[in-house]
């Protein structure tokens, strides 16, 4: 008996240290020329940037299900340097900042990560992401062979894998980090440095490499890459541009496929059509044999505080797949999803088949991947811009759409075509939950005018903006004073700034205003004054809009007064000579008003006009009820930055307009109007307005809020209307889906098996259908519009009954919908009880609202 337990005890022990064993070893992530490998298997993934910081952790699992459920297997994050060290040595990694929290719970959800260390990350960040105290380090150079900066660089670098590893996150200890990043589109400044450019270079790569984390190191946009550091692809169209991968053993990895572009305060807005984004994926991973695509952002998320770079909103990549708030926004999300779920059918001849490559046509072209076990997939690429074409492959035609790729999970049978999308559109909608219009509940304190008597700094020379606030504020007075000895003289001020923003006051009477834009920040302030005899203040309040994030020797940038000129009513030039007076931030964020301890300290004066400039407001709110995302709208409002109990959610500038003008009119028309946009336009521009009409409201996090008597606070610095401030919340209120008789069957119809140790696939239904679902908390409340036929329009335009309609057809979609969250409709004659017409194909277009 003795015997035999000691002999059960070997074997137990053995088995646990084989299953210590299996785990670090099955977690190893290597890689080769045609993709990483991770636990032994080949890997073909799809990843999606996620934030910690853009959102709150109680946001971050529906964020990451949401992200799953859309077929992604990646979550990627940057690492924030300066959210996390602020002061040297001194770190963060509470709220938002809790990285180890977010990972985790991707962990939880069974996806992998891909953390970017940077630290330099750029990512439309304060200062690139570099903490503003490296600055004070004597002899620095950024991102540099350049000892100071290196030191400080490799101490974070190892400070964040260090805590990786004491959490046994990093795949070769059984967690879920499979790839890491050093540096960060370094390429586009490397000639600046010269020899020490390459030298950083080749000292960051060895750096992370000696970390020895287990997993795999990549550099961005970095051609030059040394072994074992994969060069990989940033951009729009790596499915054309990348030069691919720097040794044939690397495997070609595209580390942000943008998808949508962020938006610049004063600037037209750019978008990007998920059938671009869907050709340019599937073209990657055909003609670049990619094996990972990364898509920035899936959910862009908000810019709270002052985190946001020079220029940038709040709002991040609102045209994400999630939107700002968190919520689906269609077709992006679900046009991909198919993408994600017909790429994975064609697995094992994709990544261990054989590739051949057939033209079609002069921009026609067909790869076709044969597998070990006689697997075939085939794509069918047109590159022709403007014209479909017909092409035929293994005796059989196919119609190709303009810029498509269509997609043969068995060299037979089309399941997906990049520019045909049969998922549904959805319809973000913004309610006003309730208009803070009442002026008794409105508090205001006027921001003092700083003269020279009252500042504690004082210089011969105009100082530098940064160097002077270091980050502690946007804002910094620089004053000056001078002896006038006749009375009622008039004179022009000029100033010359580097930026961003300036208000300028004459003995405490405010005489100018001027702003840069994002791409030339420098601007000249002109404005005749009156001066007195005797003393006279002038006082400059200069403002900044973030710091830079990208650029050669950022340490070098300057902001802030250039040049201050006097000229007299003679003509005379008088440059400022004087003793300067400086005050770093304003009163208000002394005395920490944006608090609840703050604000209860001073006396607030009653609300007395809508236009004041440099002034404090103050209210209280309660929170909507229900869970819907809340947000601000402070169109009303001129420039500023809001806090929410004590919470900033980001610098405001609604009244810095586009070149073209068309932020405010769009903004005033949808306020008026519930912000309802014809579908009579092209999808692009649908998503353009929509923005547009969301552009001034600010995400207010429901973490931030509590049931009632919200503190509300503002400060404002060129004047608006704080009484048209409403509070309300967003939902998805309708929904959309056009499809023809001809559509491709849902890719979820496809169905593969095995038999015999060979792998078949079928297709369980061969008929188009509309799907059309409503959010989880919502369910299909309304039929606004129902045709079987030959509909006018579609969903991205106006939509009318055609000459062929199917008088049924609403009843017959509402019977099949009402009351449910999802609902599905074939796209048949037999199911709308017969042919309606002789029209050659008949479609079905359905737009249902939820509630």
């Known amino acids: 008996m003795h015997i035999w337990f000691l002999a059960m005890v070997r074997i137990l022990l053995l088995l646990v240290l084989l299953a210590v064993i299996t785990t670090v070893d099955g977690g190893n992530v290597t890689y080769d020329g045609r993709s990483l490998i991770i636990d032994g298997q080949r890997k073909l993934l799809f990843s999606g940037s996620i934030h910690y910081p853009r959102s709150t952790p109680e946001m971050w699992p529906s964020l990451i299900a949401k992200a799953k459920e859309g077929g992604i297997d990646v979550i990627d994050t940057y690492v924030f340097w300066n959210l996390h060290e602020p002061q040297p040595a001194q770190y963060d990694f509470s709220g938002r900042r809790d990285i180890v929290r977010f990972i985790k719970e991707v962990e939880a959800q069974g996806l992998y990560v891909c953390l970017r260390i940077g630290p330099f990350i750029q990512a439309e960040w304060s200062y690139g992401g570099l903490p503003f105290w490296l600055y004070n380090i004597s002899g620095i150079v950024y991102r540099s062979d350049n000892e100071p900066f290196k030191f400080q660089m490799q101490s974070f670098t190892t400070k964040i894998v260090t805590m990786m590893q004491s959490e046994k996150l990093y795949a070769s200890q059984g967690g879920p980090i499979i790839l890491s990043q050093i540096e960060n589109e370094y390429a586009t400044v490397e000639k600046a440095y010269g020899e020490k450019g390459a030298a950083y270079v080749k000292w960051a790569a060895e750096m992370a490499v000696a970390l020895n984390t287990g997993v795999p190191w990549v550099m961005c946009k970095q051609n030059d890459a040394p072994d074992p550091v994969i060069n990989t692809c940033n951009g729009l169209k790596c499915g054309e541009t990348f030069v691919g ?180 559109y959805t319809t973000r909608s913004m309610v006003r939950n309730r208009l803070l219009d009442g002026a008794q509940t409105w508090g205001e304190f006027h921001e003092a005018v700083i003269n020279f008597e009252d500042t504690s700094i004082k210089s011969e020379n105009l100082l530098e903006q940064m160097n002077t606030t270091q980050d502690a504020s946007d804002y910094l007075w620089y004053t000056f004073r001078f002896q006038q000895e006749s009375s009622d003289a008039e004179a022009v001020l000029n100033v010359r700034s580097l930026g961003h923003v300036l208000h300028a006051f004459v003995n405490g009477q405010a005489v100018g205003y001027a702003q840069g834009s994002y791409k030339n920040p420098q601007f000249n302030l002109q404005s005749t004054v009156s001066l007195i005899a005797g003393i006279n203040n002038v006082s400059l309040l200069s403002v900044m809009v973030g710091l830079p994030d990208s650029g050669a020797y950022m340490e070098r940038k300057a902001a802030g007064l250039r040049r201050v000129m006097i000229e007299d009513n003679q003509g005379n030039k008088t440059f400022t000579n004087y003793s300067w007076g400086y005050q770093v931030g304003l009163l208000g964020e002394k005395l920490q008003l944006y608090t609840e301890q703050g604000s209860s300290q001073i006396q607030w004066g009653n609300f007395s006009s809508p236009q004041n400039p440099l002034t404090w407001y103050k209210t209280v709110f309660n929170a909507p009820a229900g869970d819907a995302p809340v947000a601000l709208n402070l169109g009303s409002m001129g420039k500023g930055e809001a806090w929410v109990n004590g919470n900033s959610i980001g610098r405001y ?173 074939p796209v048949t004659n037999r199911y709308f009880g017969g042919d309606p017409c002789s029209a050659n194909e008949k479609s079905l277009l359905v737009v249902a609202e939820c509630r």
């Open 245 to 424: 991968p720097n040794s044939p053993n690397k495997p070609a990895i595209w580390t942000e496929n943008w998808t949508t572009r962020y938006v610049i305060n004063g600037m037209n807005i750019r978008t990007r059509a998920v059938e671009d984004i869907a050709f340019q994926v599937a073209l990657f991973i055909i003609a670049k044999n990619g094996s990972f695509v990364n898509y920035y952002m899936y959910h862009g998320g908000t810019n709270f505080g002052r985190t946001a770079s020079a220029f940038i909103p709040p709002s991040y990549y609102d045209l994400a797949p999630l939107d700002e708030y968190g919520l689906i926004r269609q077709p992006k999300w679900g046009h991909l999803k198919d993408l994600h779920a017909v790429i994975k059918l064609c697995l094992n001849p994709l990544l261990s088949g054989a590739q051949m490559n057939i033209s079609l046509g002069q921009q026609q072209q067909a790869y076709v991947f044969n597998g070990q076990a006689g697997e075939c997939a085939a794509f069918l690429v047109n590159h022709d811009t403007e014209n479909k074409a017909s092409v035929l492959f293994k005796n059989a035609s196919y119609d190709l759409p303009p810029k498509s790729i269509s997609i043969l999970p068995d060299c037979k049978n089309v399941a997906f075509n990049t520019a045909k999308v049969s998922t549904q």
């Open 653 to 825: 500038w609604p009244s810095y307009r586009s070149p073209d003008g068309s932020s405010q009119i769009w903004y005033n028309h949808c306020t008026h109007n519930g912000c309802i946009i014809s579908r009579s336009l092209h999808v692009w521009l649908v998503e353009l307005l929509i923005l547009l009409c969301f552009d001034f409201r600010y995400n207010v996090p429901r973490s931030f809020l509590k049931p009632t008597r919200n503190l509300l606070v503002l400060l404002e610095e060129v004047g608006g209307n704080p009484l048209q401030i409403s509070v309300d919340t967003a939902s998805i209120s309708q929904v959309c889906s056009y499809v023809t008789a001809s559509h491709l069957p849902p890719v979820s119809s496809w169905v593969v098996y095995e038999q015999k140790t060979k792998t078949y696939m079928k297709i369980k239904q061969r008929k188009a259908v509309v799907k059309l679902g409503c959010p989880s908390n919502s369910k299909i409340s309304n039929i606004a519009f129902a045709s079987y036929g030959t509909p006018l329009g579609n969903c991205t335009a106006a939509y009318a009954v055609g000459n062929c309609h199917s008088y049924s057809s609403k009843a017959i979609v509402e019977k099949a919908c009402l009351g449910k969250m999802r609902c599905s409709i």
